[in-house]
């Protein structure tokens, strides 16, 4: 059974950084890229960028850029979402989620979801 | 960037009912890359519709996909009690990936 777990729930100050893991099982980690995505309290769901764990090729979308990086360790089938420079408008539910074929796919599996709260 | 508008915001109906949400986009977007997902309290996005009008695996043939261009449909032809849930659009053909606001279809 296909299956993405993240890491539990989080809180920093503002300026600070963050971590979210999401670990794959159920298939063959390689194989298909990692998303991540986010929701604000009361707000749409936001993409910010996706890995290819095989060569770790990103992308991030232009609202991100320069304050995300997602990393893969392959030999643990986990992708690693960093955000820095945090302000309150971070807080959000994080999730990881896979797409259901290669290329420009929608998605067939999501993360539990990680909730960031940044507060001082 | 492709705005994603949905509608109604929040949709009341009985069980046995027809429901139908309305994905608008911002701009001319390809059917192949609009998909829709339900989303009940306190579980996951779950993947509905792909190719604005094919079923994903496991989804019951209740829930249908249409439209093309701007506008796009979501319908549910009979409610059943587990169907009362947020809806949400995205598009996924190009970058950045987008959704719509989401669609709360909730008991009369």
């Known amino acids: 059974q296909v299956h993405l777990l993240q890491s539990g729930a989080e809180v920093r100050k503002p300026g600070a950084s963050v971590t979210v893991s999401c670990r794959a099982s159920g298939y063959t980690f390689a194989s298909y890229a990692v998303h991540w995505v986010r929701q604000a309290p009361g707000q749409r769901l936001e993409w910010m960028a996706w890995?290819?764990?095989?060569?770790?090729?990103?992308k991030y979308s232009q609202k991100f850029q320069g304050r995300v990086t997602i990393s893969r360790d392959t030999s643990a089938n986990t992708v690693y979402m960093e955000l820095s420079s945090l302000t309150s408008e971070d807080t959000a539910v994080y999730y990881c989620?896979?797409?259901?074929?290669?290329?420009?796919?929608?998605?067939?599996?999501w993360g539990q979801g990680t909730l960031v709260t940044v507060s001082s | 960037e492709i705005v994603l508008t949905q509608s109604p915001g929040t949709l009341s109906l009985s069980p046995g009912e027809r429901a139908t949400v309305s994905c608008r986009a911002s701009?001319?977007?390809?059917?192949?890359?609009l998909a829709w997902y339900q989303r009940r309290p306190g579980q996951t996005p779950r993947l509905l519709i792909y190719?604005?009008?094919i079923r994903a695996t496991g989804i019951p043939d209740r829930f249908s996909g249409s439209g093309s261009g701007t506008d796009f449909t979501l319908t549910i032809s009979r409610l059943e009690p587990e169907d009362f849930a947020v809806y949400f659009c995205q598009h996924y053909g190009s970058s950045p990936y987008t959704f719509g606001q989401g669609t709360k279809l909730e008991i009369k």
């Open positions: 190719g604005a009008s």
């Open positions: 890995i290819s764990p095989d060569n770790g090729k990103t």
């Open positions: 701009q001319t977007i390809s059917a192949t890359y």
């Open positions: 989620a896979r797409p259901r074929t290669s290329g420009w796919s929608d998605f067939d599996t």
